[in-house]
Each structure stands twice: as structure tokens, then as C-alpha cells.
């Protein structure tokens, strides 16, 4: 018996479920759609219930559950195991999320917000494994981040840290969505990626992304990379620019928690090498000469299981941890 | 019995030695000439007898030391004891000091670099008393920093981390000494305040202090805030490069570890008020709008004893921290 930890990734559109032995290999796991509209309540009962059924399926019961991890987008009072309001789920507001959970399923109940928790994901056992220092960054529609320090999540004073995104590299730079100017999310997000590229189109740049833009009205970061890999130089160009923004924040971020290894994630490494290679060129023409770095920088390994695997990890890490010092 | 810590604080001129008691008081303190070209042996021979002479003159011994704090500038293999080279002190090259002076005072020696060591003492006892997460800046030639998060200093995978002086806020900018282009360090330094300035002078600026560039053949931050004070106007232009280079790192550090205070100490906070109250300006003018941010930003309060506080203050930690795990 026991031995089964519970990963839980709350989307905007999707929950994923995981189960996982202590290896954190998976054992099984589905989606759900979100249903935010229906309120807390019923979507944390349709949470726990799709649990429940998954442990059948895999002849587990409640009782074989030793934590539950859960990641959810912020703002949150992760500690006090509290969302306190969420862009995509409007209805969630102040909800104690932990408790509700931890009364349906019985076992501890772990909460990060979803960026830590994939970064957790990848730390444990994805392209981070075997260093104890990592930064990570998710490249999606904005650009979120993750730190860990010694072996632990770094949170902050507020829970509010790792906000990596928003680092200012440019200070009175682009606008950001944020209210700042000059944040590397400016640059280097698919949005910010694709809008670059816009600008320089309708600025009169020659590109073959002229003609993706004339058909479909607008440009993805996708369309950059697809050109970029047929070798147009208005792709390369904005790719650069992305790739230059992002080694920028690698080296600040070495200047800060000197992490061993810098891992990349979301959407946009689809991308391939073509990108991670000009991020590794920006890295090593603009870093410091005093003393020799051994950062690595690649791609994340866990994909869209990353929210499910982190969570389980993090939930034991924190089960371990809290029974070594109690 | 016991009870008393020893901080000891190695620079390239002086080495300044105290003895504290369990509060963190000093009872007693000397400073002697570091006389590095005599080489390591003499050099910590001297610093342990003159540990020795501190005791008996407060009628302690050597059996009365629980632990004993160094710091000293990097680079050095903080968690092995060994300073790996120093460029104010040649001749110590590969010195095992924690081995030497632990076979000197018998206690256990904790080791760390000068700017950890000084960002300590202020978390414990000075500006960043009474909260888990701060930042640490010296103001001086270069500039240095210190990371504590969730109560531990951050060290990074190499023991480099935290060399805030370095991070980037403007790519391509200014060369800094380092190799970089567009450091903090390489705007708002002492030393890069006053280049600052002096460009502006030889650029044709109108000032009052092109008199002292003149009579003196160079100014310095000093002459600079002297003339701030007196309502210059170029030197109110200098100061705002300054403070807005710093405000722009005290936002990066606030989405990245996201201390509850920030603490800037060294011989540049001598400017008082009208420095502090423009990093102020302009971190409230450059923040973001998402959430409010509590942080507080003030000066150090230790002044120069903040090497010996914050040495003996993390052997305390340290040697507390061993026993509450063995």
C-alpha cells in the first residue's frame, strides 16, 4: 500500500491529473476541462472525483495517497494554501483550495503556483536533475520563471519571486503588459516575438512573412521560426533579437543565484536549435571574462507533463522534508 | 562555558578583529595592518595571536570561542576553506586559511566572502534585522552584494553567486571592468559616478565642479555629491544616473528573489538622503503595476564594523544551524 503521490495542474481551459509511484514514475493520468464558469466548488469536487476514479483504474484507493501537489497560475497565498483571484477563472476568489482538496482526498495537499512547479518538475527529474541550483524559464505567451537555490524553491517575501519575465533590460524599453518598460518579456515571449516582427513588416522590412501577414492579418512566433528555418533574414533578425534578450537575462541571473544549469520551456522551443544556439552565442559574447562559467543552458525534457510530474515531486520533496524535521 | 563568537574581517590594507558575546554584542575589538607581503603563515599567525591578546584583555581564552567568522574578498572555495587567490594579497595563493587558523584557535572557523559576510551582519542585527529575505549592496570603487532567501545566504553552484554589481541593465552600454558592457557597476559605482561625471566635464557641461576637475586633475563621487548638496546642477544629473542604474537592479533583484528590504551600505551611502530618496523615485517611477510591492529600501547601519558583526553573527548561525541538524 501506500506510496502514490497526486500531481494536479490547473489550466485556464484544462486540468491535468497524474499519479505517480515514489519514483515519480507515472502510474496513470487524464484531463479534464477546467469548467471555471461552474465556480469553486464543483470543480474542485470534479478534481477530487477524477482522482478517485484514476486511483480505481489503478486499484489504489484514497488511502494509498501520501500528498497531493497542485499548481495553479497566481496570484495566491501559496503558504496559506489560499488563490486569491485568477485571471482565467474569475469565479475563484479567496478560495482555500488546500483545505477543500485535503478534505475530499484526506492527505496533505501541496500548492505552488504553475511555473514553480513545472520548474520543480524539471529540477527533479527533467533537464535539471542531478545539479542543486537551477533557473528556469517558461517562453509562452508571456515569459514566467522559476529559481532553484540550494536544492529549494526560492519563493520570496511575498511569494511573488521568480518573476523572471519582468526583469528590466532595457530600462524606458518596450512597454510591457506588466506597467514596466523594458522587461525581457517585451522582447523575447511568443507575443512580444511575433509583434516585433509585425512592426518590422509594417515598418517596410522585406521578409516572406510579408505575405503570411497580408494573408492572415496577423503573424505567430511560430511564422517567425518556420521562416526563420527556410533562411529568411527578417527572422533571423527578430530571432536574434529574442535570443539576445533571453542570454541577457541568463547572465543576470548567474550574477544573482549562479545557477548550474538554465533551463528553457513552453511553447516556444518548439523552436529547436536554430534558437537555443543564438541564445548560447548572445550568452557567451556578452558574459564576463573574470572567471571561467560552466552554466549549461538547454531545452526542458518534460513537455506538457510538467505540471502533473512537478507537483508530485514537489509534493514529496515537501513530505520528505517535513518528516525529517518533525 | 563559552559563549563567544570572534568576527574577523580581511581587506588588502587592514585586518579588523572582534569578540562577541551570544547577543551579538561586541566586548571588545582591535584593527592591525594586514602586512599581506609577508605571505599566509605570518599573516594568520598575526591574526590569531592578536585574537588571542583581544581574549585575554577581556579575561577569556581560547576555550571560550564557539566559533570563529571570516571574511575576505573572493575568489576563494568558500565551503573548503581556501582562498584561491587575491588581488590585493599575492602572495596567498591556494591558502587553507579555515585549517591554519582552526589549528591557531581551536574552534571552528566559517568562511565566506566580505560582501556575504557584511550583508549578513546587517540581516542580523543592522538595516535587515527582523525579516527572512533581503538584498545587499555596497556602494564603493566596484560594486558588491549579498542575497539572503527564506534566512540562508545565497551562495550559487560555484559559491560566485550574488555578484549583483555585474548584472546587465543596458546591453552594449558602458565597459565595465569586468569584461561586460552595460553593468550596474559600470553607471553607478564611486568610481563610475565620478567617470561619469568627469566626462560630462570634458564634454563641455556647465558646472561647479569643473573647478575641482580643473585644481585637482580628477573628482571623485565625493566632490560630486559635496556639489550635489550645494544645488549643482550637473552633479543632480550624475546623481540620477546613479540612482536610476540602481533602482532598475532594485527591481530585477524584487522579481527575482524578492526581498523584503534592500540594503545599500558602503562609503557612497555617505551621500545621505538626497541619494537614497532618488533610488526611491525612481524604483516607485519604474516598478511594475500588477501588484503592490512592500519593500523597503534604506542604508546599512553597521558602518565599519559590519565585517567583524556579520562574520562572528554567521559563524553563530552557522554553528547553530550544525547543531540543530547532528
Same mark, same amino acid.
Given at each position: 500500500?501506500?506510496?502514490?503521490?497526486?500531481?494536479?495542474?490547473?489550466?485556464g481551459?484544462?486540468? *491535468?491529473?497524474?499519479?505517480?509511484?515514489?519514483?515519480?514514475?507515472?502510474?496513470?493520468?487524464?484531463?479534464?476541462?477546467?469548467?471555471?464558469?461552474?465556480?469553486?466548488?464543483?470543480?474542485?469536487?470534479?478534481?477530487?472525483?477524477?482522482?478517485?476514479?484514476? @486511483?480505481?483504474?489503478?486499484? @489504489?484507493?484514497?488511502?494509498?495517497?501520501?500528498?497531493?501537489g497542485?499548481?495553479?497560475?497566481?496570484p495566491?497565498?501559496?503558504?496559506?494554501?489560499?488563490i486569491?483571484?485568477?485571471?482565467?477563472?474569475?469565479?475563484?476568489?479567496?478560495?482555500?483550495?488546500?483545505?477543500?482538496?485535503?478534505?475530499?482526498?484526506?492527505?496533505?495537499?501541496?500548492?505552488?503556483?504553475?511555473?514553480?512547479?513545472?520548474?520543480?518538475?524539471?529540477?527533479?527529474?527533467?533537464?535539471?536533475?542531478?545539479? *542543486?541550483?537551477?533557473?528556469?524559464?517558461? @517562453?509562452?505567451?508571456?515569459?514566467?520563471?522559476?529559481?532553484?537555490?540550494?536544492g529549494?524553491?526560492? &519563493?520570496?517575501?511575498?511569494?511573488?519571486?521568480?518573476?523572471?519575465?519582468?526583469?528590466?533590460? &532595457?530600462?524606458?524599453?518596450?512597454?510591457?503588459?506588466?506597467?514596466?518598460?523594458?522587461?525581457?518579456?517585451?522582447?523575447?515571449?511568443?507575443?512580444?516575438?511575433?509583434?516585433?516582427?509585425?512592426?518590422?513588416?509594417?515598418?517596410?522590412?522585406?521578409?516572406?512573412?510579408?505575405?503570411? @501577414?497580408?494573408?492572415?492579418?496577423?503573424?505567430?512566433?511560430?511564422?517567425?521560426? *518556420? &521562416?526563420?528555418?527556410a533562411?529568411?533574414e527578417?527572422?533571423?533578425?527578430?530571432?536574434?533579437?529574442?535570443?539576445?534578450?533571453?542570454?541577457?537575462?541568463?547572465?543576470?541571473?548567474? &550574477?544573482?543565484?549562479?545557477?548550474?544549469?538554465?533551463?528553457?520551456?513552453?511553447?516556444?522551443?518548439?523552436?529547436?536549435?536554430k534558437?537555443?544556439?543564438?541564445?548560447?552565442?548572445?550568452?557567451?559574447?556578452?558574459?564576463?571574462?573574470?572567471?571561467?562559467?560552466?552554466?549549461?543552458?538547454?531545452?526542458?525534457?518534460?513537455?506538457?507533463?510538467?505540471?502533473?510530474?512537478g507537483?508530485?515531486?514537489?509534493?514529496?520533496h515537501?513530505?520528505q522534508?517535513?518528516?525529517?524535521?518533525t
Open positions: 500500500m501506500g506510496g502514490t503521490y497526486v500531481g494536479i495542474d490547473v489550466g481551459t484544462n486540468v *491535468k491529473i497524474g499519479l505517480f509511484n515514489t519514483e515519480l514514475e507515472l502510474i496513470r493520468k487524464t484531463s479534464i476541462t477546467t469548467e471555471a464558469e461552474m465556480g469553486p466548488e464543483i470543480v474542485i469536487d470534479k478534481m477530487a472525483k477524477t482522482a478517485e476514479d484514476l @486511483l480505481a483504474e489503478a486499484g @489504489l484507493s484514497l488511502q494509498d495517497i501520501v500528498a497531493v497542485i499548481g495553479t497560475p497566481g495566491a497565498r501559496y503558504s496559506e494554501g489560499v486569491i483571484r485568477s485571471t482565467n477563472m474569475p469565479k475563484f476568489k479567496n478560495v482555500p483550495i488546500c483545505k477543500m482538496l485535503n478534505e475530499r482526498l484526506g492527505a496533505p495537499i501541496v500548492f505552488d503556483n504553475d511555473a514553480n512547479v513545472a520548474c520543480w518538475g524539471e529540477y527533479a527529474v527533467g533537464a535539471g536533475k542531478g545539479v *542543486k541550483d537551477i533557473v528556469f524559464f517558461t @517562453l509562452g505567451t508571456g515569459i514566467g520563471g522559476g529559481i532553484v537555490s540550494n529549494e524553491l526560492v &519563493h520570496g517575501c511575498d511569494e511573488n519571486g521568480a518573476e523572471l519575465g519582468h526583469m528590466i533590460i &532595457h530600462p524606458d524599453g518596450r512597454k510591457c503588459n506588466c506597467g514596466q518598460k523594458g522587461c525581457v518579456e517585451a522582447y523575447a515571449s511568443a507575443d512580444s516575438t511575433a509583434r516585433r516582427a509585425t512592426e518590422a513588416l509594417e515598418g517596410g522590412a522585406e521578409s516572406s512573412l510579408k505575405k503570411v @501577414l497580408d494573408e492572415k492579418g496577423r503573424i505567430t512566433s511560430k511564422d517567425v521560426y *518556420k &521562416h526563420l528555418a533562411g529568411d527578417l527572422a533571423k533578425e527578430i530571432t536574434d533579437g529574442t535570443a539576445k534578450a533571453l542570454a541577457i537575462t541568463c547572465i543576470n541571473m548567474l &550574477h544573482t543565484t549562479e545557477p548550474k544549469r538554465i533551463v528553457f520551456a513552453g511553447g516556444m522551443i518548439a523552436a529547436g536549435d534558437l537555443l544556439n543564438r541564445i548560447k552565442h548572445f550568452f557567451n559574447e556578452h558574459i564576463w571574462t573574470l572567471k571561467k562559467e560552466t552554466v549549461e543552458i538547454c531545452f526542458a525534457t518534460l513537455g506538457e507533463d510538467a505540471g502533473i510530474i507537483a508530485a515531486a514537489l509534493a514529496q515537501t513530505e522534508r517535513t518528516n525529517s524535521i
